[in-house]
């Protein structure tokens, strides 16, 4: 069983900072990629970030030049850094990892998501 446990969430008012985490437990063989994404109200679920095994990064054009994904590989962690934060980041954010939890076997595991507000 494989587990991605988000924190970092919360209130915060424009031009203001958070920073996400996500910790992937259980039996995991290595982790591919891993991403945010969100989902605001009446709307779909967006990417916001990824990053590779190798570090390679993408970003929502809306974000670019405000968030900053990074990854700790030894503890199977990623962060999501955001700044300068708009009332239009108020989402729940997601983690996504692809993580490879046997021979052969590879999962698409989701966080159960962390409320962002950005309001004044």
């Known amino acids: 069983q494989v587990q991605l446990t988000e924190s970092g969430g919360g209130l915060v008012q424009p031009g203001g900072s958070l920073r996400l985490s996500c910790a992937a437990s259980g039996t995991i063989f290595s982790i591919d990629t891993m991403g945010w994404y969100r989902q605001a109200p009446g709307k779909e679920r967006e990417l916001v970030a990824t990053i590779t095994s190798g570090s390679s990064t993408n970003y929502a054009d809306s974000v670019k030049g405000r968030f900053t994904i990074s990854r700790d590989n030894a503890k199977n962690t990623v962060y999501l850094q955001m700044n300068s934060l708009k009332p239009e980041d108020t989402a729940v954010y997601y983690c996504?990892?692809?993580?490879?939890?046997?021979?052969?076997?590879?999962?698409?595991?989701w966080g159960q998501g962390t409320q962002v507000t950005v309001s004044s």
């Open positions: 996504n990892a692809g993580i490879w939890v046997g021979v052969g076997r590879w999962k698409n595991a």
